[in-house]
């Protein structure tokens, strides 16, 4: 039931106006955030060298870095995550994240749709879930990979290929970067290409006629998206990143972190609802002193930081998420090559806006970062919430090949005390 199906409702069958609030409360498909920019750290970030250090520790537990304060009392992050530690007063560190794969392909399955790994069906992304529960926005693509589709568990799954992910096709980073299929080829004018759309349009009525089918389908989509995209000057202004300032290029930082997170911004300002971007290789099993703390923690630190603050000031933070994660954590104690090796029954995962609340701690790890000491949440849980916060209604069903109804989000929970 829609808002104003709802309201209505209510009107005719005498409803007080604080029932008619609470049963809004109550409907799952109210979104409280537009737009979702996920932040995927591949290979497995260290929780202890990033938002859970510890301190008080031995030494070869707590790792190569100290523990720096941040805005919010009691909550300290690894001392390289100084620019996050000045904006941690307007998000959310979940230091309980939890499951059972220690494999990197698995635990990336399960942190990109909210289901332990199955040999029998391939689960749908967060970003397909949503394209096929809200649709598109502004014509532009609703879920879009920043580079490129980052591994097979960011797809469409068991879905049409057509609610799957738009990939730039190039690094925004990049000296020459281009997305790709947004520019009329050379030589063809606005009105040529029109022209040429129209007639395509009367030839494909009459081969759909004839022909039906799952990839036929996704195919159309796919050239409608296209056309689209290639029609509308907002589109293709939403991907030009060298429209941005020169100062706001510097603030995000110059390099490969900053770029995409900039484009995310973008993007989501122009109405795409879901942005995936991907940034490092975190897989550090030694020397992590280094592989952390000399290019990619600092990169991240910063670009992160000045995302979140620059989606603040623009007033697009309460309803954009973000979210940052990763597939698992790392072993608690580094071992001989003064790295840490895979671990998965602790993390830890970042949220922000859409909603979440600013300036709050969910949940613990022990003393040696081994096991979650209070509140643990799985990925399921993770999907649930963004889910519930984005609008779509986790109680629903979707229908997989053979007319097999499976649950959005299966043994999930909404976290509720991260929700302003």
Known sequence: MNRRSFIQAGTIGGLTLPQLLQGEALNPTVAKAK??????????????????????SPLEYRGPFSAINTKVDGLQFGEVMKDMANVADKITVIHSMTHGEAAHDRGTQNMFTGYKPSPAIKYPSFGTVVTHELGTREALPPYICIPKLPNPHAGSGYLSPAYGPFGLGSDP???????????????ITENRFLKRRSLLDMIDAGFNAAESSKQLDAMNSFYQDAYSMIASKK???????????GKSKRQYGENTAGMRMLMARRLVEAGVRLVTLTYGGWDHHRDIDKSFGDKNGP??????????TDLDERGLLDETLVMVTSEFGRTPKINTNAGRDHWPRVFSAVLAGGGIKRGYVHGASDAFATQPEEKPTSPADIAATVYTQLGVDIH????????????????????????A
């Open 173 to 187: 980073a990049s000296e020459n970067f281009k997305v790709r299929d947004i520019a009329l080829p050379d030589g």
């Open 235 to 245: 589109a293709r202004e939403a991907f030009d990143i060298n429209r941005e300032s």
């Open 35 to 56: 737009s979702l920019i996920h932040v995927y750290l591949p290979g497995g970030m260290a929780h202890q060298e990033s938002w859970d250090p510890k301190p008080f």
């Open 396 to 419: 629903k069903k979707l229908m997989a090949s053979g007319g097999r109804p499976i649950d959005i989000v299966y043994n999930g929970k909404i976290i509720t005390d991260i929700i």
């Open 299 to 308: 990169e991240l630190d910063r670009a992160l930081a000045a995302l979140i």
